[in-house]
């Protein structure tokens, strides 16, 4: 892993793998209309010189959260970043893997954002708006108060999305929900990347 002391802006990615885009249980392909979106944040942030993370579910047969949520990413295909963000993976300072809801404990995640001493904002994108992106969000707020680091959390709404299953998940009602979440512990949500 390149150095990360100077690093002032970094970029995550979230759970925009074939297993929540493509195919599979908790796959909505209707998510993949963000990805434009994602790509203009990631060529932005790296012409800043900027940082980018990949952070993909990867579970197991033995994985806990598969007895809340139907078995999903617990093949390798699934766990794959979707093609149209993979073209990126060769410029990302590292891929992480998570089996949780929260890419704040995936194994690395927390060593990495502890050496970037200089981070002044951290930017997140993918899905889905009212589970994992909510999730890391809010616990990366939590985590940067406790350790008094001032650091921007900011949340592109043009970049995230979340999956419609139709009188069981609503996709406004839960972007809005998420968005409330996450705007009243802190987090900054901007339209789009300037």
């Given amino acids: 892993m390149e150095n990360l002391k100077n690093i002032k802006e970094a970029i995550f990615v979230i759970d925009m793998n074939n297993g929540f885009c493509e195919k599979g249980n908790l796959a909505d392909p209707s998510i993949k209309h963000i990805v434009p979106n994602i790509r203009e944040n990631i060529r932005k942030t790296l012409k800043n010189g900027g940082a980018l993370f ?61 050496k970037m001493e200089n981070i002044q904002t951290i930017r997140i994108t993918g899905c889905c708006t009212d589970i994992c992106i909510m999730n890391f969000t809010v616990a990366l707020r939590n985590f940067l108060d406790e350790m008094n680091l001032n650091v921007n959390i900011e949340v592109p709404i043009n970049a995230v999305e979340t999956f419609h299953i139709p009188d069981v998940h609503d996709r406004i009602e839960a972007n809005n929900f998420g968005y409330r979440v996450m705007e009243q512990n802190g987090i900054r949500l901007v339209k789009e990347l300037k």
Avoid: M, W
């Avoid at 149209?84 to 891929?95: S, V």
């Fill in 54 to 114: 990949f952070v993909n579910d990867k579970h197991t047969s033995k994985s806990v959260e598969l007895t809340r949520y139907a078995p999903h990413c617990d093949t390798e295909e699934e766990q794959k970043t979707i093609k149209e963000l993979a073209i990126f993976e060769p410029y990302a300072t590292k891929i992480f893997y998570k089996n949780s809801t929260c890419a704040l404990f995936a194994p690395g995640v927390i060593e990495t954002i502890l």
